[in-house]
């Protein structure tokens, strides 16, 4: 019987796939990106500035007087869309992702995930299918940490509620508190609703989860590459972020030989130089290593440097690898040098579970397909420690992301979206009309 059961339910999974829409997702992400469009190309829609505000109303507006629909915005300003189950009491399966961008880019980058998770919500609705659990689209808060610092706080928020007292006094560059924001952010919804009429969802932060699928374009080039549709992806590779401090003596750059010298940039391009060559030269292609800011003081053309601060950002899913980094860090940096660890997160391994199911989706749906470690964060991250959590890519064109050139075909877009919907249908379990009793024969 169970495996009967499982049967109608990929029956079900394959209907409500193929009923994903590519024109219907096509003008929601497009009529997405309007919202801080910029003339010049690629979209500026920073962590609870106008354009998202707006934005979010844009796309909680056709649900949020639909029969079948609540709406609500949590503490952290994250806003949830569910679509009702038949049994109010189970957790629900969750998807969606952010609508933040960085300050000028793509206009896929975590829109797609939400409006992927919208449009399958359509593919129920165009079918008649129920499903036992509920299942939520939600746009989490400030992904990008572009405005506020540091990245992920609606997520993280949600499922640590005890950190987000932590980020309420992070500022802007204006110096808007993320409080303020939020509070605007907040009220800008609930006036919102109450002019639409929209149909109100409780929503605290931390509340049972049953199971998180996150979709999102894979912003690299290994699909586009390998010429396949989707990724299913396994883990988020581990960071450490490092500020590395090299100190000199200033002195003057004509008069003072080069065997005299105490000159701090000389010594920080040693290190940077063998850091870089230890990357190209340790035969393992998924160690990325990359120097982001270099800061040399007093910064004068003709004055020998007496300080030079540069940071390092190391990603590889095996510990030891960062752990090599380290230690060269260490073996290379001069006396009196410093090296200041700030961030260290391991490696996130999704659900194993959930992983296997995105492979279902795409051989149920015949899609090509491949298994991936993500090599930038995702909201999928702290679900990861709250619930099981998978997430799937949908390829990138020549890799490019967080820039306007950013873009992906509306086909794998689509393709990427069916195979949501099929894992959301399994998961949130369909509602098969009962069949009457068999009569006792005369």
């Excluded at 992070?170 to 009429?197: K, L, M, N, P, S």
């Excluded at 980094?325 to 073996?331: I, K, M, N, P, Y």
């Amino acid at each position: 019987m169970k495996a009967i059961g499982i049967m109608r339910a990929n029956a079900v999974a394959d209907d409500v796939a193929g009923a994903v829409a590519a024109a219907s997702l096509d003008a929601r992400l497009r009529g997405l990106a309007v919202h801080g469009g910029a003339a010049t190309g690629g979209v500026a829609r920073q962590a609870l500035s106008t354009p998202e505000l707006a934005a979010r109303r844009w796309l909680v507006q056709p649900f949020g007087q639909r029969p079948g629909y609540r709406v609500g915005i949590d503490a952290a300003a994250n806003v949830f869309v569910r679509r009702d189950g038949q049994n109010a009491g189970l957790a629900p399966v969750m998807t969606g992702s952010h609508i933040d961008t960085q300050p000028l880019g793509g206009w896929l980058d975590g829109a797609f995930g939400v409006a992927a998770g919208l449009e399958v919500f359509d593919a129920f609705d165009r079918l008649g299918v129920r499903t036992h659990r509920p299942l939520d689209v939600v746009m989490w808060t400030n992904e990008e940490g572009s405005r506020f610092a540091p990245g992920l706080m609606g997520s993280v928020s949600f499922t640590a509620p005890e950190r987000l007292g932590a980020f309420l006094d992070a500022c802007d560059g204006e110096g808007v508190r993320f409080e303020a924001a939020r509070d605007a952010a907040r009220e800008d919804f609930h006036a919102e609703a109450r002019r639409q009429g929209w149909i109100g969802l409780e929503t605290p932060l931390a509340r049972p989860v049953h199971s998180y699928v996150e979709a999102h374009i894979e912003q690299g080039p290994v699909l586009e590459a390998d010429g396949l549709q989707v990724g299913c992806v396994a883990a988020i590779q581990g960071v450490r972020w490092f500020r590395v401090t090299v100190p000199g003596r200033s002195a003057h750059a004509g008069t003072t030989p080069l065997a005299a010298r105490d000159d701090a940039q000389a010594k920080a391009i040693g290190m940077a130089h063998a850091l870089l060559e230890h990357a190209a030269q340790c035969g393992d292609e998924r160690l990325r290593v990359t120097i982001g800011r270099w800061e040399c003081s007093p910064g004068s053309i003709n004055t020998i440097a007496d300080r030079v601060a540069f940071t390092v950002d190391a990603r590889h899913p095996e510990a030891g690898a960062l752990d090599a980094v380290r230690a060269l860090l260490d073996a290379t940096l001069p006396a009196g040098g410093r090296i200041e660890v700030l961030q260290d997160k391991p490696t996130v391994q999704f659900d194993g579970a959930l992983v296997n199911l995105t492979r279902e989706a795409c051989l149920a749906l015949r899609l090509s397909h491949r298994d991936m470690v993500s090599g930038a964060f995702h909201d999928a991250m702290p679900l990861a420690g709250f619930c099981p959590a998978a997430m799937l890519f949908a390829p990138s064109c020549a890799g490019i992301s967080h820039h306007p050139d950013e873009d992906t075909p509306i086909a794998d877009l689509t393709a990427c979206t069916r195979a949501l919907a099929w894992c959301l249908v399994r998961l949130a379990e369909p509602v098969f009309p009962s069949t009457p009793p068999e009569h006792p024969k005369e």
